[in-house]
């Protein structure tokens, strides 16, 4: 059976589906084989049972750990198995950079439809038909513009949804109910409940969430300034403009 890797993600299951060897950082590759069906794997098992090992794929886990830097993991989208160099993706001098912003946009797209679409304002219907289209057909250049458009107006105008603070919101999310469904804590709950009103964190928040975190078992740490903004700065700038 053929097998396309799509993105890297977080799981907190840590067999892959390919070998006996256990997966303990709880990132993973995800595959999705002829019948649509997503299975995950560490680095090498994906590479070797994928047929496009080197391709990019967008990375929802990239920039919000302590000890990770933002990545574009070898693999690739949309049961794409094709050359970078066809269907636009590599122009010239430009090619790489172009690459880089189309898988960006792609991990954008996922982040605000699929995986943050129950956070107040992610989930548009203009970007729930671009979602459509990625598990389709793919995108066009018209759509990877209109997405880099948005990426670039958002990151100034309304950071709360910008690219980095996806990702955090993503991370911060993704172990607060990892944590929740073993432990029962009022405090962890406190701060889900905060991340889903202000869309952040504020950098205290964060150091008490990962002091929480520090003594228990697979849990991981959450840049300080993983966020886009400080909601308390921004509360406390709108109280003095009335």
Known sequence: MAYIMLRVDFSTNDECH?????????????????????????PICAKNNSINPK????????????????????GGPNGQ????????????????????????????????VEKLDGFHGMKLESLAKLAEKLRGTGLADDDYRYLNNLMAKVQTVRPE??????????????WINYFLAKESSDFISDLKRSLH????LTPGQVEALNKWFKNRPGMLSI????????PAERRRKTKQSE
Not at 83 to 112: F, I, K, W
Not at 197 to 200: E, G
Not at 223 to 230: C, I, L, S
């Open 81 to 112: 198995a094709t050359p970078a160099s066809e269907n636009g993706r590599a122009r010239g001098g430009d090619s790489n950079n172009e690459e880089v912003q189309r898988r960006l946009a792609e991990c954008y797209l996922l982040l605000r």
């Open 197 to 200: 009103r202000d869309l952040a």
């Open 161 to 174: 949804f910008s690219i980095k603070n996806l990702q955090a919101i993503y991370a911060c999310n993704y």
């Open 55 to 74: 391709e990019k794929i967008p990375d929802l886990t990239a920039a919000a750990f302590e000890g990770d830097e933002p990545e574009l993991t070898p």
């Open 18 to 42: 390919f070998c006996d060897n256990r997966l303990r950082s709880g990132k993973v590759r995800i595959l999705v084989d002829d019948e649509g069906c997503e299975v995950q794997a560490g």
């Open 223 to 230: 840049k300080p300034g993983a966020f886009a903004f400080d």
